[in-house]
């Protein structure tokens, strides 16, 4: 049975509109469809991310993982742990970076910086992560403010991924009237070709 993982951000949750739209779409082609509300999401924690997705996940060749904002990470953190024999389908990040953009950190103050640094510093054994999944689509916005564009460079290159950029789409939230996400919902059709 095909399966789908969504795993929401930092402060964020299943239900914002976008998830469920895409948990909706989802179903509707046949998935079964996981969208788990995730550990302290005020003050996310790459260990308790990790292990709630372990707690969750059976991936196999029919499964789908997608990750919005530090959601990507802990998806990216969460391969890294599978054996050399499991291999997933897809995998889509939807506004995914490994470095956010310093002047947002500057006026977010010291707590956000507290909570991003382990994120920022702990580092993902990419050849690794690249080999635990058949394909890989990274979604950014150009106007992102956490995100910068210059990202994508990292998981083209690391990962191999197929990049799509979106327009005034800020971090894919409901605050930036992100309600859909079309080119979400056709990345993982193409995966599951």
Known sequence: MKKAYIIHGWDGSPNEPMH????VKLEKQGFQVFAPNMPSPARPEINPWIRHIQDIASPDQDSIFIGHSIGCQAVLRYLETLKQEVAVAGVLLIAPWMELDKNTLEEEGEESKEIARPWMETPIDFKKVKQRAKSFTAIFSDDDPFV???????????????VVTEHNKGHFTDSDGVKELPAALAAVTDMMR
Do not use: V
């Not at 469920?20 to 948990?23: I, P």
């Not at 910068?148 to 197929?162: C, W």
């Open 20 to 23: 469920k739209w895409l948990k």
């Open 148 to 162: 910068p564009l210059t990202q994508k460079d990292l998981f083209t290159k690391e990962l191999g991924a197929s």
